[in-house]
């Protein structure tokens, strides 16, 4: 695994110390039981454990294009219930810096790296980072890390074809929970729910739905140009 290397606002390189190799003992499982277990950690989530946030709003504030996210106690939740408990590997690697942003202020940044482990299936890591002030920065930090490295393992990589909506919120950008944003959000994710909460509304499968249109803005209202969504890496297959 090579080390990761990110680049200030300066342009300047900095890295995260690589990950040690996991010391755990060889685990040997059956194709069919690899299939089994990959089919598990990849299954879509119920309609309950799947949160929304904003990404990005219209200019007079009202309204929010939505998108779907896990928090990490059902990310954990999935890996204990498809594998068991002590079956799943997490090593974190953690490093502060000086990052001289684009007006030229220093700030301290952590970084941090999340390796995770499934042996006898597979094992990928990715990156987390957030600036060093801001409220509870290692614990959101290592949520990042770890969400990135359980998506590229598949673990609810399915969201990112999820088709974003608009609905109203409130001064605090906050979404505004009403029956008509419960129904884009349940709407927005029928085709990929499990199938006994799947509505009866001859939907398309997952696998036959194209590729979802974005829905367009609010007529007469302007944009602002979403924030860079969180990066994550290609989604590398574990049947190989």
Not at 75 to 98: H, Q, T
Not at 132 to 156: P, Y
């Amino acid at each position: 695994m090579s080390t990761s290397l990110l680049l200030d606002h300066s342009g300047q390189p900095f890295s995260i110390p690589e990950v040690a190799p996991s010391t755990a003992s060889p685990v040997t499982y059956s194709a069919e039981q690899r299939e089994e277990i990959i089919a598990k950690l990849t299954a879509p989530f119920c309609l309950e454990e799947v949160n929304w946030r904003v990404i990005s709003t219209t200019k007079d504030k009202k309204k929010g294009l939505i998108a779907p996210f896990l928090r990490t106690g059902y990310i954990l939740d999935r890996l204990n219930s498809a594998l068991g408990f002590g079956r799943w590997n997490k090593r974190l690697g953690e490093i502060r810096l000086d990052v001289t942003t684009k007006d030229g202020t220093v700030r301290s940044k952590i970084a941090m790296t999340c390796q995770l482990e499934i042996p006898g299936v597979g094992l990928n890591a990715s990156t987390g980072e957030c600036w060093a002030e801001e409220d509870n920065a290692v614990t959101s930090c290592e949520a990042q890390a770890f969400k990135r490295a359980a998506q590229n393992l598949g673990i609810g990589a399915y969201l990112f074809r999820i088709p974003k909506f608009w609905a109203d919120i409130d001064q605090h950008k906050s979404i505004v929970d009403s029956p008509a944003f419960r129904e884009a959000a349940a709407r927005a994710l029928d085709p990929f729910l499990p199938d006994e909460q799947r509505k009866k509304s001859g939907n398309t499968s997952p696998q036959q739905k194209q590729t979802p249109v974005q829905n367009a803005p609010p007529q007469n209202q302007t944009q602002q140009r979403p924030r860079s969504e969180e990066h994550t890496s290609e989604l590398q297959s574990l049947r190989h």
